[in-house]
């Protein structure tokens, strides 16, 4: 089965670190479990559309973030115990889309708690969802 | 196989297989010549020769249109709907593309007419093209059918070539075509000027001796033309595609650049080659045909194979004394009896007169008089149209060099020389005679005929003929008149400047007759006697005995001997001239024949002979080809092989003894 | 850490000076450009700015009025016929004699290649759905570039010279196109030139962008690198906005306020973030490609 991988190129951020993204949190978020095989990235290019180089390089990044393995002759598959999205790469996203939801928020003239008590809200509702999200992915 | 051969073959197969259905259409139409015989209104003749006639026609025909068509599109046209890039954008070179297509090209167009012809050759039905294909591809050798088939590949390639070039030419439709057509034309013209040119001087039709044997150097010119201009445009072609590539435009450009880089400096080197062609010297002559001297004074006519130009015989006016010579065409006018002929002169020297092709393209027959003064240094000469035609058959000019006349067409006709105005057109009937020569004076032309039908063969006497025919020209009356006689050997007859007397000469007996009514004046000889009539009209004989020679000068009226000079020791004399009227200038040479020439002056009024200077006397190499510098010296000499007698003239102003 | 950073001695594709002249008109101006192995390299530019004369040069066609052009190291002018033995070419409009099927169009190919792949074409005509035994010029357009690609890709070359291989194709058959590229980029690692109105397409699988405006070659530049300094800044109030830092290539006046397109983007420089900045957005290849042009590009998207 693929992965929801999507590239988007309104996306600022480059396709390979897009689909290293893609990946590390479809594994976080274990859609992707311990052990499990990845595309090839012949099959991944061809169902994205994109270079296989591209492919390549993101595999090789996670493969050296160790969320990936290379297994000689048989493929790509996910480390049996992959580790946490790296610190750095984290904040910084979530710097960032916190920027754009804080922008979005002044636009609409609310308030910072109001703001706040949203975020909560929607975290809330994200947390209830996410086995139900899994299930309709089967 | 190498990379470009690989392309070629490639490419080249591709072509013939995109067209397979072609030779499959050709070997269909070459069943409809079997069923030719049935068809109506076709010529008659056996079936076989109808069936072979029609499908040879059909090959040629079908090789020719498929040659125009495939030369002209098969690179034209994919460079038109931009295909040509399909064979570029692959590993193939230029130039195997080019050859490829055009080889291909060539290939159906042939082998459609090939097959057009199979069905006919295995029933056996060979067509004979020698039947009617003769002398416009060969120029007189009659063509078979493989002799046919390397013609026609030669004409299939040009025309594709030429095809191809007009095909990519057309279609760029830029303003360089306008260039072309300037180049086309310009070349065209000088090739075209060239070639006649040629043709007029007689590069294209060598007589010898009366008889069209060879187109020799026109043959060559046009075979070195079509060659030029195939390898041009082949070039040029190639280039196109190889520099060109898929641009039509620019493949229009290269083509042009190449083609008319090549042909027009080609055609400038034939204008180059058709002027040293027209411009030989008497000395280019290595074998000389025939020679005719001037009654008086040093000019000889001459005429001869000129060296390096085929079978090309020009003819010249020279001066033995000075070297001057004029080119003349006389020698392409016409043959009577066998002998060329060449320039007629005034009995002073001072007028010479001969006949040429006439400049006029559309009476190719016609001939024009010409007249040259010969006393005018510069002088050039002047053409008069008159009604002659190369059938004429004699050819005479009076002694004042005002009048001639001629025998054309069963008529004896007179003309004055310098208006060419006819005198004179009388019918002579079915009159010929095998020789002929003609007197013409200001009131009457004499016609003296002679026939014989003595063979070398033969051993005895035999019946002669001489037959004189005199027409009036103040009143238009022609009487005629006959003698025979039974002569042995060979027979000849020679009139006197004025006609009143002449020599007839057999092998054994030498006679002087009445000019006019033939009858025997006086014997004159035997065996071994030779005589001339001198320019005064008196007769100098020359017998030669066991210690030299001896020249008696006799009076033409009765044969009387006037005057006997004895040359002892000596083999050879020659009475060279006249200068004056009791003056005679001979020349003399030794038993062996290998000695110096000697001049001598005779004095007739006293019978002195005065001993001149050794002379030194060119050669000429009357019918055999051999070394001869210049005429500069103080003479020249031949033997004449038609009268069998050895010819001298002298330049004036040799200093006398 | 591009992994086609590592440059090889030779470029497959150089380009130096490269100026076309057709009359007085320049065609290409003094174009210089090099496609490193292994490289995707997409040349992009509107009708009329030089691609077909580019293209032509490349694969030896034409010879420029001035400046050269090597393949594989090799002057393509001189050397032409022994280069595209290593070379497929795919052209704008597929030229194969009309009257010819596609596979014998592939017979007569593969005797001109010491390397080719028989099966290969059967199975990509047979992948695209082409009948092999229907004359070219009877095959729809798409079929006609689809039997194009094949024969070029059959040949196994170290070099693909694409132009404007999807120009008229529908989307099924452009995913086609593009599916069978990625696998030979997979496979083999070719070197790609590829002329092309497809600008989403170009954009997933190009790693460096040639754009040609006028003869001349504008932009020549890596796609990451590209795609990281291009932005849109829309600023909600009418105030003039200080750009000048920011190398401003389009900036329009909306109704509702200021939009411009920054060829340098930098955050730092702009200064001004917050509810007061502006609205930042990345670009797409066709929106920078439109902002670098001037104008929508027909037949685009």
Redesign the interface.
Known sequence: MPPPLRIDPRDARPIWRQIEEGVQHLVARGALASGAAVPSVRDLARDLQVNPATVFKAYQRLTDAGVLTVRRGEGTFVAAEPPPISDTGRSDRLREEAVRYASVAVTLGASREEAAAVLDGAWGSLKDGNGKAEGEEE | MS??M??FV?VFE?EI??RRLLPLAALALGLVPLAAPLLPGLPSGSPAEVRSGVALGLALIISLVLALSLGGSVIARDLGE?????Y???????G?IWAGKLAAAAALAAGAGALVLLPVLLIGDVPDPSGYWSSFLTGGAVLGLPGLAIAWLGVILLVVVVANAAGVILRTRSPWLLLDLVALSVTVAIVWTCLEILTRAGAGLTTWRGVAVSSAILRYVGLVVYALVLLALAAASAAQVR?G???LR?GHRVLSIVLWSALLPASLALAGYTRWFKSPSPQDLVSIEDVVPAPAGSWIALYGLAAHRGGYLPGFLVDAGSGRFIRTGFGLATWIHGQPLLAYFSADGARAVWLEPSGDRTRPEDLDLMTLDLRRPGASPRPVQVSLKRSLVCFGLSRDGRYAAAVQGGRLVVMAVASGRLLASVSLGDEYHQQESLVVSSSSVLLYGLDSIWTPQMTRGHQVTLSISELNLATGKLTKAEVREIAMGNVTWTASPSGDRGLLRASKTLQLRDGATGKLVADLGGEGSRASFLPDGRIALLDRGRDGSDLRLLDAATGAELRRFHFPGVRTVLVADQPSPNRVRAVTRGPKGTEPWQLWTLDLATGEARLGPRLALTELPFRRTGPWRSLRGDGVVWFDLWNARTVVVLRDGLPSA | MNPVDSTPPVAPIQVEGLTVRYGARLALDNVSFAVAEGAVYALLGRNGAGKSSLV?CL?????PAAGRVSLLGLDVWTE??????NVG?V?E?P???P??TSR?IAR??S???PSWDTPGVEARLRRFGVPGDIPFGKLSKGQKGQVALALALASTPRLLVLDDPTLGLDAVARKAVFEELIGELADRGTTVFITTHDLAGAERIADRVGVLRQGKLVLDEDMETLKHRFRRLSFPSSGKPRLEALAPVAVASRGWGIEAVVANYDEERLGVTGPDGPEVSALTLEEIFIALTGEPEEGGK
């Open positions: 990379g470009a690989r392309g490639a591709r297989v995109e931009r295909r040509l890039g399909f570029f954008a692959r590993p193939i070179s230029g195997a520099r590539r898929t641009d620019r | 032509r694969l030896g066609e034409q010879r032409r016929a022994s280069i595209l033995v070419v052209p409009d030229d194969m004699p009257a010819m014998q007569f190919c005797r001109l290649y």
